[in-house]
């Protein structure tokens, strides 16, 4: 029996907030007309290992810059494909916001799906919606859906975002100060309120937290 590997990626962003209101998550899908939407993804080259096809899917809707990827699951269920025995492995890209994307593919909610997506997809993306809030407890993966420098109303909205619950925010600065996670850098942010201070995190790659959970 031959096994097809499939390499899918999950894209995901925030879009940017509205008033008051914490920006929603969402994921890139394809439109097709004659089948529902599917997340981005490609068989496996013969001369690929699998994060150069995840770079190679990636490129090909338009991301050529993330600045998180990681590996999620793989998904092997016999009768996941129609056509052929197929495994996905699949991979998480965070982007700080969404970007004009191929033709063909725009931004969808990642969690309000009027439409199910295509096999099993559905089931990947909420694989990897999971992790990224499991991590959130646990580490400072929030630095890929953030710009370089932001205000700490600006990672708290991607905290509450990403959970959908509302933090407090007090408690949530007092606990994200004391983690040693971030920096101010001396800027400030004008606008019509009043001027917050720019923070960024002090490593542009995942750290792991030895304390309890964040959240």
Do not use: C
């Amino acid at each position: 029996m031959t096994v097809r590997v499939h390499v899918d990626v999950v894209v995901l962003s925030l879009s940017p907030a509205s008033g008051d209101e914490t920006g929603n998550l969402t994921v890139q899908t394809l439109l097709h007309d004659t089948r529902p939407p599917r997340l981005p993804g490609d068989v496996l080259g013969e001369a690929e290992d699998l994060d150069d096809a995840a770079r190679r899917v990636m490129g090909e809707v338009g991301l050529h810059d993330p600045r998180h990827v990681e590996q999620v699951a793989s998904f092997g269920a016999p009768d996941r494909m129609p056509d052929q025995r197929t495994v996905s492995v699949t991979h998480l890209a965070l982007v700080h916001r969404p970007f004009a994307p191929s033709e063909e593919w725009r931004w969808r909610s990642a969690t309000d799906r009027p439409q199910p997506l295509a096999w099993d997809h559905d089931r990947i993306l909420d694989a990897a919606l999971d992790r990224v809030r499991s991590k959130l407890s646990y580490s400072n993966i929030a630095y890929g859906l953030l710009p370089e420098e932001f205000t700490m109303s600006e990672l708290q909205q991607v905290y509450e975002a990403v959970l959908g619950m509302a933090l407090d925010k007090r408690n949530f600065r007092k606990k994200v100060r004391g983690l040693g996670l971030l920096e101010e850098t001396g800027g400030m942010r004008r606008g019509s309120h009043r001027p917050a201070a720019l923070h960024r995190f002090t490593s542009s790659e995942l750290v792991l937290l030895d304390e309890g959970p964040l959240v």
